[in-house]
């Protein structure tokens, strides 16, 4: 018997442990990115997903290739995950990519990582114009909360933000679905890859990446995007 994977080449995904409300609070170096799946595998039925001594599971048939954008670095990543481990997010899309040389296009997460904010919370010492300022202490040695004032801040959150690519090249996959002996979908990947090309300030130089179409989308202008 034939399983089904969830997912399809180009649809966006998160880890299961991706917080789900915006702005987020925390350490930002724990967000994850979101990612975009480039490949899909299903393993045959002798697949070990479970430890013999335990019994319990440690694998699954149907695994992802998934890439994401490094804003650091500034180089796309690449990882293999199960789908067990993933979540659907729906993002807002922008036109189909069609190759059209030299023309600009975006990865699909683009806007959705540049949205990202970070909310933090921090205690100010205000000042007073009048000529008796209060006292920070109270006669208790406790902090006076009348001179304490909460100060919230959201800032952008752009780790995982990819700039505004030119496509420079493309080429067809000729085998790009493999099928079991039932009918069944036992790898997928896209028919046509792209190549990009973008300025990366890491190491001062233009970087070119061939990543498939699926994967990207034309830009979307300013007064559009839904805020």
């Known amino acids: 018997m034939s399983v089904e994977p969830k997912y399809r080449v180009g649809d966006s995904v998160v880890i299961k442990s991706y917080p789900k409300v915006n702005p987020l609070e925390g350490d930002p170096n724990q967000v ?11 393993e045959n039925k002798k697949k070990k997903t479970h430890d013999n001594q335990t019994g319990r599971q440690i694998a699954e048939r149907i695994k992802y290739h998934l890439i994401w954008f490094d804003n650091k670095k500034y180089e796309f990543v690449e990882k293999i995950l ?29 806007y959705a990582e540049l949205d990202k904010t970070k909310v933090s919370s921090s205690n100010v010492q205000t000042k007073y114009s009048d000529q008796k300022p209060k006292k920070a202490l109270s006669e208790n040695g406790e902090k006076n909360k009348d001179n304490v004032k909460d100060v919230i801040t959201v800032n952008p959150l752009v780790t995982f933000s990819s700039p505004v690519f030119l496509m420079s090249g493309v080429r067809k996959e000729v085998n790009n679905m493999l099928y079991d002996d039932h009918g069944g979908i036992k790898k997928h990947s896209s028919d046509t890859y792209i190549k990009i090309m973008y300025f990366n300030p890491t190491f001062q130089k233009y970087s070119e990446f061939e990543i498939p179409r699926e994967c990207l989308m034309k830009e979307i202008k300013e007064k559009d995007l839904k805020k």
């Open 32 to 42: 994850p990115p979101i990612m975009v799946v480039t490949g899909v595998e299903v």
């Open 82 to 110: 199960y789908e067990s481990m993933l979540d659907p997010i729906d993002l807002q899309l922008g036109e189909k990519c069609e190759y059209e040389y030299g023309e600009k296009v975006v990865f699909k997460t683009r």
